[in-house]
């Protein structure tokens, strides 16, 4: 399987997010539900299964529901994306059925729906909101990602709480559309569902589900000047022609180091031992080796006895560290954008604006835009040191017009 793929698949999306591991520490302490909290407890529902056979095998197309297959267990309905379970398998989604398991934050099948508000409500625990819905919170740190809860009332009450987790795939581009879906039925939990671990979406979808959610807080708060507010897709932004080269093999040394040749011995020459590391076994039977230093984190895959690694991500947050043609973390924005090649070009908020290139094939250039952020993505094919050709891609994330990341993968 190949690793681009892979990246695709929900456990290693969530491993490839370590890479932001500083914002973490953000959302987990506002106490929303964020990538962290819904990815150990899926690593934990897939345990619970490793030593049970499903009760049924779903065969055939009839056996496919909305969710996808369903194969159900003692304590829950998983749902993969075909009728057979092997290593190409994958998991889209679950549903609890049994009353003595518990979810994270102690919800089970029958618990309050004001157990739920307590916990996931605490910005407005008096429901506020529109005719249908009362957003409980919501926590935008785009462009790493975006997280949000919301009620849905009718006259009976609460009917559900949905917790939304929108994360960054690695690519500025593409984020996560997984979440936790209660439903409520006579003020009780009766359904607990995990949604979309397969599932993806843009830039501009995420920042509507967000305008949807400050709508709905807007009309709760009565702040009609807030509801008025220009929606952002509307915005624009000029990005600076430059004649540079574009993005190429050469761009893999940093600080005086290739990125091909940093394996994990030379990495603690170069760079002195990590901090901490953090291996994880894949269902390819391959290994994963992330490890953090102060300001960056690397990510090697090696085989199944932890041998021939191959540095897969560098991930800079520190200034100290030297990126590609001499770039720093905190580097204003267009002086960094005008180091690489870039046609006129006028980014829309939300759309993938190109820079050079279609945008899809390398080599290519594309930017995002919105009044508060910008992501650069480029990508070029390169020879790997064992002679096979690659595709590598850095990323460049700005806030406030600074650069706040250097994302450097190849796979």
């Known amino acids: 399987m190949s690793r681009k793929r892979l990246a695709e698949r929900i456990l290693c999306v969530f491993i490839i997010l370590l890479c932001w ?6 959302a987990d302490d506002t106490g929303v539900m964020t990538e962290t909290e819904l990815g150990n407890w899926i690593a934990q529902v897939l345990l619970q299964t490793k030593d049970e056979t499903p009760l049924n095998y779903p065969v055939g197309e009839e056996a496919l529901t909305d969710a996808g297959y369903a194969f159900l267990y003692s304590f829950a309905t998983l749902y993969y994306d075909k009728p057979v379970l092997d290593s190409q398998s994958v998991l889209q989604g679950f549903a609890i059925t049994d009353e003595s398991m518990v979810t994270p934050r102690g919800i089970s099948l029958g618990s309050s729906a004001w157990e739920l508000i307590a916990i996931y409500g605490w910005q407005n625990p008096d429901l506020l909101g529109d005719e249908s819905f009362s957003a ?47 439903y409520v039925q006579d003020g009780l939990v009766s359904a607990i569902h995990v949604y979309g671990l397969n599932q993806s979406i843009t830039l501009a979808d995420v920042q509507s589900n967000l305008w949807a959610v400050t709508a709905v807080q807007a009309a709760g708060s009565g702040d009609s000047e807030q509801a008025a507010i220009p929606n952002p897709i ?59 230093r102060d300001g ?4 090697y895959l090696l085989d199944r006895d932890r041998e021939n690694g191959r540095l897969e991500t560098l991930c800079i947050t520190g200034t100290e560290w030297e990126g590609p043609r ?22 829309v908020f939300g759309e993938e604006t190109p820079l050079y290139g279609n945008g899809l094939s390398p080599p290519y ?47």
């Open 234 to 292: 509307l915005l624009r932004r000029s990005i600076p022609k430059s004649e540079a080269p574009v993005f190429g093999e050469a761009d893999l040394t940093f600080a005086g180091i290739h990125f091909l040749e940093l394996d994990e011995t030379n990495a603690i020459l170069s760079l002195g031992s990590p901090d901490w590391d953090e291996w994880l076994l894949d269902d390819t039977g391959e290994w994963l080796h992330t490890t953090y």
């Open 21 to 26: 591991m500083p914002f973490f520490g953000l």
């Open 296 to 299: 960056m984190i690397l990510t």
């Open 326 to 347: 001499g770039i720093r973390i905190r580097d204003a924005a267009d002086g960094v954008l005008s180091r690489f090649f870039a046609n006129d070009a006028t980014a």
């Open 136 to 182: 409980l919170y919501q926590l935008n740190s785009l462009p790493e990602g975006a997280y949000w809860c919301w009620a849905q009332r009718s006259n009976a009450g609460i009917v559900s709480v949905r917790c939304a987790v929108h994360a960054d795939l690695g690519t500025g581009s593409r984020y996560t559309d997984a979440g936790i879906l209660y």
């Open 365 to 411: 250039g594309v930017v995002f835009v919105s009044s508060e952020w910008i992501t650069a993505r480029y990508a070029a094919i390169i020879q790997g040191t064992d002679g096979v050709e690659r595709e590598a891609t850095l990323c460049l994330s700005f806030a406030d017009d600074q650069l706040v990341e250097i994302l450097l993968y190849s796979w």
